[in-house]
């Protein structure tokens, strides 16, 4: 069976420092990979997705990134963090149409 | 106008009554919708799937009306443990999905 990894469970972060969010998919090749954002008390805003190694699709321009170095592996990055950077960040991967998610990496940004 | 909406709630609802709420939609061309649902600072986990004729899943019902463009979840002889944001998510590509931002139900004692 599948199962997704993400990591760190919780970050706190100053201003303006870098940022580097690692997602594992265990169970499954050539997933599509998704990150996802959400805002305290807010609905989740799609940041990246990915159908394969090296291949990154943007949905909200900003100051993050990502990459997919390995085919089970999807990093989300930034260089220099905003306080708007707070929120809780899910990775997730499409299987025949559902998603499932990443127990997620809640952040906060002083 | 979003793509998705649902009513944000919270809906107040006593244990073991029966709740419905829906998502409206925008795209006619959306192909398939799913149903989640997030407990207080958790992940969404899929609830089910909704399928054009409807689908039931013990007490928790799906439809989907594309004529006027929502999608329904019914939960009949809810739990205390049914207190959750649902979310409606619809799915057009291999690759997106759009999801709405979520119906707080709390079920009380």
């Known amino acids: 069976s599948q199962t997704i990894h993400q990591w760190p469970a919780t970050l706190v972060q100053p201003v303006g420092s870098p940022l580097s969010l690692e997602c594992t998919v265990e169970g499954t090749s050539n997933p599509n990979l998704y990150w996802y954002r959400q805002a305290a008390g807010r609905g989740l805003q799609l940041l990246f997705y990915?159908?394969?190694?090296?291949?990154i699709s943007s949905e909200v321009p900003q100051n993050l990134s990502a990459s997919r170095p390995q085919d089970r592996q999807f990093i989300l990055s930034s260089k220099k963090l905003l306080l708007s950077d707070s929120g809780f960040y899910l990775c997730?991967?499409?299987?025949?149409?559902?998603?499932?998610f990443g127990p997620g990496t809640r952040l906060t940004v002083t | 106008r979003k793509e998705v909406e649902q009513d944000p709630g919270p809906f107040n609802v006593p244990e073991g009554a029966t709740v419905a709420f829906n998502c409206t939609y925008s795209?006619?061309?959306?192909?398939?919708f799913f149903w989640y649902r997030q407990d207080c600072r958790k992940e969404p986990k899929l609830l089910m799937s909704?399928?054009?004729?409807?689908n039931e899943d013990g007490r928790f019902t799906a439809q989907l009306n594309r004529a006027s463009q929502y999608i329904s979840l019914l939960i009949r002889d809810s739990k205390l443990s049914d207190s959750a944001t649902y979310l409606c998510?619809?799915?057009?590509?291999?690759?997106?999905?759009?999801w709405g931002a979520g119906t707080k139900l709390i079920i009380k004692p």
């Open positions: 998510v619809r799915f057009d590509s291999n690759y997106q999905l759009i």
């Open positions: 795209n006619s061309a959306s192909q398939s």
């Open positions: 997730a991967y499409k299987d025949t149409g559902e998603q499932y």
């Open positions: 909704v399928y054009s004729s409807g």
């Open positions: 990915s159908v394969g190694i090296g291949q």
